[in-house]
């Protein structure tokens, strides 16, 4: 676990692509555990440590994870991330270059509880939510090209569905359509930067999380 930013009331987090953000049927450590682990050790806390889950990435996702320290800055975030204004770009690796190397993806999803996934329509359907992002081509390598996205709307597996349906499965991802997984079991997308007001202090914070230890982000030529 890496702490990108701490103040009295957040914290920010660079989660692994193997790290869940929250315990689930499987039993395994979730990241906000560490997290509490950590802030118990470092400050001494006797008892248990508050901590607020103020979203979630994918467990084969990496990058910025933001989490609360007290009760009045999850709630704020709470409201922030359902009004929008909570600003993630990811990075994401593809194999086949998008049609156009920029543009706004609109699709309806369609979320399948059962198989943990979502399919995208081009037009609503029965229980679809419309889902919209922004993309451009930011570099490539030998086999690879590295879409930066901007999410528009925070929808079930949105970049991963999205993407998938023009054709641009991200890089391990089996259950969109990728050919082959990622040796460790992470796709290759990765929550990149954020950018919110304070809940507190309402100064402007954008944070930056460092790209996985992998030759494969290494060996961009950014555009």
Not at 37 to 60: A, C, I, M, Q, W
Not at 154 to 173: E, N, T
Not at 175 to 199: C, E, M
């Amino acid at each position: 676990m890496t702490v990108v930013y701490e103040d009295n009331h957040i914290i920010v987090v660079n989660k692994t692509a193997s790290e869940i953000v929250q315990g689930d049927k499987t039993g395994d450590k979730p990241l906000s555990e560490t997290v509490k682990e950590y802030l118990k050790e470092k400050y001494g806390k006797p008892g248990n440590v508050f901590l607020g889950v103020t979203h979630r990435l994918d467990r084969p996702v990496s990058g910025l994870v933001i989490f609360a320290k007290t009760s009045k800055a999850l709630a704020r975030l709470n409201d922030m991330f359902c009004d929008g204004e909570v600003k993630k770009t990811y990075w994401a690796v593809v194999k086949d270059m998008p049609a156009e190397p920029e543009g706004e993806l609109v699709h309806y999803l369609v979320r399948d509880e059962q198989k943990n996934k979502s399919r995208a329509y081009d037009r609503e359907v029965p229980r679809s939510k419309k889902a919209v992002l922004h993309y451009r081509l930011i570099g490539r390598s030998e086999r690879y090209y590295l879409l930066e996205v901007d999410l528009k709307t925070g929808r079930h597996h949105q970049i991963r569905c999205q993407l998938a349906k023009i054709g641009c499965p991200i890089r391990g991802d089996l259950k969109y359509g990728a050919p082959r997984s990622n040796p460790d079991g992470s796709i290759s997308l990765h929550a990149r930067t954020v950018k919110f007001t304070h809940p507190v202090s309402k100064q402007e914070i954008e944070l930056v999380a460092p790209v996985p230890e992998d030759n494969l982000w290494k060996g961009f030529a950014l555009f």
